[in-house]
């Protein structure tokens, strides 16, 4: 433990070397301000930046790629939450409280919430990194594909929760959205299925696209309408009081166990490879919801749920290096890229990093502490900007978001078609409110559904189509006994709701027969 401290010691003393300081700022700043933009997350960012750090030595490269990590994740929850619109498919679960939130003229206060959650999952991540990386990455071995399969059947019970009044309506959304992550290529046997001719199509529907279109474009169709007919303002509304513009002492201290219990999701999820930070906030977000004692607020501006959704969402940077700089796994799509940049620069990850490469790897936990500050002060310098653009008016801003929605998508693959498809998922989106259909399970179900398939039929051929295997294995059992827990609690949840709406409305009844 002494020898742990002492390599603890040496690495922040090294990441505090002018130029790695300069290049983890760099990196965080630009990650935070592209974050914001749709489309422009940190993967991209980092893919265009690893030329340009060809002439730089490995710890330079990695603390700029890091903290544009760090700063792309916590970026796209500011426009998920002043104008529904996720910089990063992570944010979406951000947008249920978010916004709801912003357009009762807290957005001061949800853009607080959002940092301190951020900054708190971050920070958690990172310690678990620092303190447990190699038992962490031992027992992320043991998940195969028959434990994957039932921690996604866990996680797809998140639609019962986010469903709203109706489990009916939820179960239809998710149908629709794993009928959609059909469309593509055969994970198993690579044959072209529901393309219907569209080559555009045989990588599958793209995410970016499809959650800009089902968030944003939707809800300035829906904004638009309500403007014309004159039934909203046509501005976001001001701060009631200046408690409105952030998070208070009292709301901080009771949003801590959800800090820590979404970050210890975020954390875990994010060391299984292949899951990814915006399965860690949707479960994050429906474990907070079935635990509250606030549920009725949920999805119309619960501090509670924005806290869960930003920290499991951040934490999971620090989960997803655990296999990465452990194993040679990388976790998530951005993980994959620091994997190539780290191979670029000399850097052979794997279970010798600690011996081989000791002075780098704690350096880069200095600098992945350091950045954790560097994420405070400028998510504190980026708030009063952004709190300000909440209150332009809806004619000046709605063209803005659209623009920003047209290049999100565009920037993707640089394809016009994305933009179509952006589109079309306004129009699903806007017909779906009006049919009251929630668009949360329609997007939990189309991001979980393909691992869930290819995880089911691993399982299968591995077992020699023995279905037993889920039960026989204890992870996997044990994940599907939280599966069925979930739906009992789920069920008196909603029992309980309709038993308080029914009592509220028998009052009115009686007075309106009197």
């Known amino acids: ?3 742990w401290f002492n390599d603890m010691g040496l690495g922040i003393m090294g990441a505090l070397d002018p130029l790695i300081f300069l290049s983890a700022l760099l990196g965080v700043s630009v990650g935070a301000v592209i974050g914001i933009i749709p489309g422009l997350g940190p993967a991209v960012v980092i893919s265009l930046a690893i030329p340009l750090t060809f002439g730089m030595g490995p710890l330079f490269a990695i603390a700029l790629f890091l903290g544009i990590y760090k700063g792309g994740t916590y970026g796209g929850s500011i426009s998920a ?19 709801p939130l912003a357009k009762q003229g807290k957005a001061g206060k949800a ?19 620092c303190v447990v990386a190699q038992p962490i990455a031992r027992l992320a071995l043991r998940f195969g594909p028959t434990e994957l ?14 469903s709203g009044r109706s489990i009916a309506k939820g179960i239809i959304a998710a149908l629709i959205g794993i009928l ?3 469309v593509g290529t055969d994970p198993m046997t690579s044959d072209v299925r529901y393309c219907f001719g569209l080559f555009q199509l045989e990588d599958g529907v793209a995410i970016i696209p499809m959650v800009i ?30 408690d409105d513009n952030r998070m208070n002492w009292r709301e901080f201290r009771h949003c801590l166990p959800i800090f820590l219990r979404s970050s210890c999701i975020g954390v875990g999820i994010g060391a299984l490879p292949g899951t990814g930070s915006t399965t860690a906030a949707f479960l994050s977000y429906g474990t907070t919801q079935r635990t509250s004692k606030r549920q009725d607020l949920f999805g119309k501006g619960s501090v509670e749920g924005l806290a869960a959704a930003e920290s499991g969402n951040n934490a999971v940077c620090g989960g997803a290096l655990v296999p990465m700089l452990t194993l040679g796994i990388p976790g998530d799509d951005i993980t994959a890229i620091l994997l190539g940049a780290m191979t670029i620069h000399g850097v052979n990850v794997g279970p010798l990093i600690f011996e081989e490469h000791r002075a780098f790897v704690y350096t880069l936990f200095g600098t992945l502490f350091i950045s954790v500050f560097m994420l405070l002060l400028i998510g504190r310098f980026l708030i009063p900007l952004c709190r300000r653009f909440a209150h332009f008016p809806q004619g ?18 640089f394809s016009t078609f994305d933009c179509w ?21 329609m997007l939990i179900a189309f991001i979980v559904a393909p691992q869930l398939e290819f995880s089911f039929r691993q399982a299968m051929m591995l077992s020699r189509g023995q279905a037993t295997v889920f039960f026989t294995h204890p992870i996997s059992l044990g994940f599907l006994l939280l599966a069925a827990a979930s739906l009992v609690q789920v069920a008196r949840m909603l029992r309980k709701r309709k038993a308080l709406e029914a009592a509220r409305s028998a009052p009115d009844e009686a007075e309106e027969s009197a």
């Open 149 to 162: 399969f039932s921690l996604l059947i866990f996680a797809l019970t998140m639609i019962a929760a986010l």
């Open 213 to 242: 279109g089902l968030f944003a474009v939707s809800e300035l169709l829906a904004q638009v309408e309500r403007v014309h007919a004159g039934t909203e303002a046509a501005l976001l509304p001001p701060p009631a009081c200046p």
């Open 396 to 413: 000046a801003i709605m063209p803005v978001v659209l623009l920003l929605c047209v290049i999100g998508s565009y920037g993707v693959q």
């Open 111 to 129: 853009l607080t919430t959002a940092l301190y959650a951020s900054v708190f999952g971050d920070a958690f991540g990172i310690m678990m990194l």
């Open 180 to 182: 959609l992550s059909a």
């Open 81 to 99: 939450i002043l104008i529904n619109t996720p910089g990063t498919p992570a944010a979406a679960a951000t947008i249920l409280d978010g916004y």
């Open 421 to 441: 498809v952006m589109l079309a998922f306004g129009l699903v989106g806007y017909v779906m409110g009006k049919a009251e259909l929630p668009a949360p399970p």
């Open 1 to 3: 433990m002494l020898a």
